[in-house]
Nanobody, 120 residues
Framework: QVQLVESGGGLVQPGGSLRLSCAASGNIFIIYVSGWYRQAPGKQRELVAGITNGGEINYADSVKGRFTISRDNVKNTVYLQMNSLKPEDTAVYYC??????????????WGQGTQVTVSS
């Protein structure tokens, strides 16, 4: 069993910053890849940023230069630093992890979601 717990969402003015965190726990051997997704009302869930255990990173075009994904492999925690936030960044943000368990089974786990609202 693998669980992801998110934190760090909130209300911020345009141009402000937030830092999201996602802590994984459970029967984890290694987290192969982690990602942040978001879903705005009436819109499809989209990948915001992803990072592999080898440090490979990719971003959605809409957040390049503003968001930074990072991870702490010791703590099994992934972060999303969001700067220069825009109203269109408003969404529920979800973290996802592709995990290899100690039983060598690959599983996918999702966080509960955290609301990010950018408004003046």
């Amino acid at each position: 069993q693998v669980q992801l717990v998110e934190s760090g969402g909130g209300l911020v003015q345009p141009g402000g910053s937030l830092r999201l965190s996602c802590a994984a726990s459970g029967n984890i051997f290694i987290i192969y890849v982690s990602g942040w997704y978001r879903q705005a009302p009436g819109k499809q869930r989209e990948l915001v940023a992803g990072i592999t255990n080898g440090g490979e990173i990719n971003y959605a075009d809409s957040v390049k230069g503003r968001f930074t994904i990072s991870r702490d492999n010791v703590k099994n925690t992934v972060y999303l630093q969001m700067n220069s936030l825009k109203p269109e960044d408003t969404a529920v943000y979800y973290c996802n992890a592709e995990v290899i368990t100690v039983d060598h089974v690959r599983v996918s786990s999702w966080g509960q979601g955290t609301q990010v609202t950018v408004s003046s």
